[in-house]
């Protein structure tokens, strides 16, 4: 892993409360489809990998599977455990996965949510390949950025921003794809050699964020983030005053989240 993707990842940890408060969810279908999919009994044991502060690990342990969940940030991984206090068959451990001391054959699903991406890949399926026991599954999914009608041009005005204000983060925040022009993870999750057919879902939704709600959600970003803090202050006073004046203080969001599930071979 290139020192600055290793940097970048650990940014999210600077605002661990902020990024549970304001970073979207995933929809409820998500969790059936991986159930299902899966086929993981109710007495089944996950591993998540990235779980953040625990908004996709919750669903899970509502219904009851035992989990173990490795969060790399430490501030993360407190939030975690406090939103999983009430159930006791959850595990939070504070490590990264690459220092993980793997447990063979052990878990029934893998699961990371908006995580996988970056984790060297030529380790991470492996290490995730080596936790699973014969045909445990692996589940991956993503929210995507995607256009929305809904958003009426916002993100077509503030990419204007971004060029002059922020050129550095235009790579990072290009006018939003279609629909269909979002990657498809397939290929590289059969590539590795380790996992049989994957199964694709993909569930299409709209989120809408107040001023505050959003400039929130790109603090929790890590490009974001790392600007230089005059700069940022200007940047995110423009988005605001974009947001404010043309869009009545209110934005909406399309998000696609893509789904793969695939079992171990």
């Known amino acids: 892993m290139t020192d600055d993707r290793s940097h970048l990842r650990t940014t999210f940890n600077q605002v661990a409360l902020l990024y549970d408060r304001v970073r979207p969810g995933y929809p409820e279908?998500?969790?059936?489809?991986?159930?299902?999919?899966?086929?993981i009994n109710p007495e089944g044991r996950i591993l998540e990998i990235g779980c953040g502060t625990g908004q996709a690990t919750v669903p899970f342990a509502r219904l009851g599977y035992r989990i173990l969940c490795i969060e790399l940030g430490k501030n993360l991984a407190t939030v975690a455990q406090k939103n999983l206090a009430a159930y006791s068959q959850v595990e939070v451990r504070n490590t990264p996965f690459e220092d993980w001391v793997i447990e063979e054959n052990a878990f029934d699903l893998v699961i990371s949510a908006t995580a996988f991406h970056w984790l060297d890949p030529t380790i991470a399926y492996k290490k995730t390949a080596l936790a699973l026991r014969s045909k445990g599954a692996i589940a991956l999914f993503w929210n995507e950025h995607v256009y929305s009608d809904a958003s009426n041009?916002?993100?077509?005005?503030?990419?204007?921003?971004?060029?002059?204000l922020a050129p550095e983060l235009v790579k990072d925040d290009e006018p939003p794809l279609r629909e269909k022009k979002v990657p498809n993870k397939t290929g590289e999750i059969e590539q590795?050699?380790?996992?049989?057919?994957?199964?694709?879902?993909?569930?299409?939704?709209?989120?809408?964020?107040?001023?505050?709600?959003?400039?929130?959600?790109?603090?929790?970003?890590?490009?974001?983030?790392?600007?230089?803090?005059?700069?940022?202050?200007?940047?995110?006073?423009?988005?605001?005053?974009l947001i404010d004046t043309k869009f009545n203080g209110e934005i909406t969001k399309g998000y696609l989240t893509t789904l793969y599930v695939a079992h171990r071979l």
């Open 192 to 241: 590795t050699g380790l996992f049989g057919e994957v199964t694709y879902r993909s569930y299409r939704w709209d989120a809408t964020y107040n001023t505050a709600n959003y400039l929130g959600l790109l603090n929790t970003y890590s490009g974001h983030l790392n600007l230089d803090s005059l700069k940022k202050e200007r940047f995110f006073n423009a988005i605001a005053q």
């Open 29 to 39: 279908a998500l969790f059936d489809d991986v159930v299902s999919l899966s086929r």
């Open 153 to 164: 041009g916002f993100f077509e005005e503030v990419q204007k921003l971004y060029q002059s």
